[in-house]
């Protein structure tokens, strides 16, 4: 019944998602924006459910994070139209992330030789892409410099968190990191360096997978 029930969670995000490149592709910008803040909502609906029936304070922080998710996806459709909507949408994601690592230090407060690992190599792979690239921030440069510092951060601490302890659930939460890492790096290739469709639909795609690999850390607990 758990496997029916993740499944079904997976299959209806999976074709909202799916159908919401499409309309990015086709440049319908309402219809995109709805269905993005929907399928942001979505994750942190179960989120939210799965923190309610654990209840436990530190969970709920956790999905807090991805509560916040929702208004930053939404102002997040604006960064090449509206700088200021766009810095809205930064801070809502700063937001989620501090509530993220404060839910990983409250469970896990010594730092790891790992979390320094894997953000120092984070850090240096971001850093290759924005040389190579020549990646051209604008005003908001500074802004989006403390919020990937967040980022790579809360990547960090989810993956040494797997590492430290394997498990199903853990492992979701390593990949929901990962893949928020990675997306975020699409997103500044798109943004900063080229304007391929290819890129923002790998952003797209890495980061709702992201999103919904973070909320499936709590469900699994629930389920498990």
Not at 7 to 35: G, S
Not at 36 to 51: D, F, R
Not at 194 to 206: C, M, P, W
Request: aromatic residues 20%; proline residues 2%.
């Amino acid at each position: 019944m758990t496997g029916i029930v993740i499944t079904v969670i997976i299959t209806i995000y999976a074709a909202l998602l799916a159908y919401y490149c499409i309309l990015e592709k086709r440049k319908k910008f309402w219809p995109a924006t709805i269905l993005k803040v929907i399928l942001s909502a979505y994750a942190a609906g179960v989120c939210v459910y799965s923190a309610i029936l654990l209840d436990n304070f530190i969970y709920y922080i956790f999905a807090l994070g991805l509560v916040f998710a929702v208004p930053a996806d939404f102002f997040l459709q604006y960064i090449k139209s509206d700088l200021t909507k766009y810095r809205i949408g930064i801070s809502f994601f700063g937001a989620m992330h501090i509530c993220l690592i404060i839910s990983f230090f409250l469970a896990n407060p010594i730092p790891t030789l790992y979390e320094f690992i894997i953000f120092v190599v984070f850090i240096a792979i971001l850093l290759i892409f924005q040389i190579k690239g020549k990646w051209k921030m604008g005003k908001e440069k500074t802004q989006l410099t403390v919020y990937t510092v967040f980022v790579v951060f809360m990547a960090a601490k989810a993956i040494s968190t797997y590492i430290a302890a394997p498990s199903l659930f853990t492992l979701a939460l390593a990949l929901g990191g990962l893949l928020f890492f990675l997306s975020d790096l699409f997103l500044g290739i798109w943004a900063y360096s080229t304007e391929r469709f290819v890129y923002l639909a790998l952003n797209r795609i890495i980061y709702f997978a992201g999103q919904l690999s973070l909320a499936f850390y709590l469900f699994l607990m629930v389920v498990g």
